[in-house]
């Protein structure tokens, strides 16, 4: 029992600290809260994290073949390259489109946020080498094995690891309405460019074989 609680820690502290750089996800779910309400950000977060306990799920099971080939990688990457530099022009659009506009708080449905969330974070595929790497490491240092109970720790600390720290920048962005205004306001453009930093990591990436820093 006491591995268990081990396991589970050390993959919730990774998955958190995966999302702590400012990403897709954690930037979109800053700014639904400041648009649409803390609740709203909320679904968004648990919406997210469902997609990535399975993305967990997918990165143990495939984590010993992931990495003993390369295409496979590659292929991730360059599916990966392109949603990232449309997102990235789609961004910019509306971040264009908004300029001037009054921000004010509205009312939407939260399936709506969910299905945001499950939709954003399906996009986004860099967690899953990520999680294929913890994965490698725990079970090299001998704090994994492939057994049922294992997997299930693993995946269920990476799935709260990460929507802890969606909730914390839901909780930080929605507290202050002054600073959810400008925030706000900035948002589209703080994701334009976030996405063009993305672009240049997984050109990196493709053609120097270096990991991606955010997840």
Do not use: C
Request: glycine fraction near 8%; charged fraction near 15%; hydrophobic fraction near 55%.
């Amino acid at each position: 029992m006491t591995d268990l609680i081990i396991l589970f820690f050390i993959t919730f502290s990774a998955a958190l600290l995966g999302v702590v750089p400012p990403g897709l996800i954690n930037i979109t779910a800053a700014k639904i809260s400041t648009q649409k309400g803390k609740m709203n950000g909320i679904i968004f977060a648990i919406g997210a994290s469902l997609v990535v306990l399975i993305q967990a799920m997918i990165a143990v099971m495939i984590s010993k073949y992931l990495y003993h080939n390369q295409e496979v990688i590659d292929v991730l990457l360059k599916i990966a390259l392109v949603i990232f530099g449309l997102l990235g022009i789609y961004f910019f659009i509306i971040a264009r489109k908004k300029k001037g506009k009054r921000i004010r708080m509205v009312k939407v449905s939260k399936k709506g946020s969910f299905f945001k969330g499950v939709f954003l974070a399906m996009l986004n595929v860099l967690p899953i080498p990520y999680f294929a790497g913890l994965n490698a490491l725990w079970r090299t240092s001998g704090l994994m094995e492939f057994t049922n109970t294992d997997i299930i720790v693993f995946i269920l600390g990476a799935g709260f690891g990460t929507f802890a720290m969606l909730y914390m920048y839901v909780f930080y962005f929605n507290k202050s309405q002054s600073r959810s205004g400008k925030f706000s306001k900035s948002s589209d453009y703080i994701l334009s460019i976030l996405m063009l930093v993305l672009v240049i990591i997984t050109l990196i990436r493709i053609f120097f074989g270096q990991e991606p820093v955010t997840t």
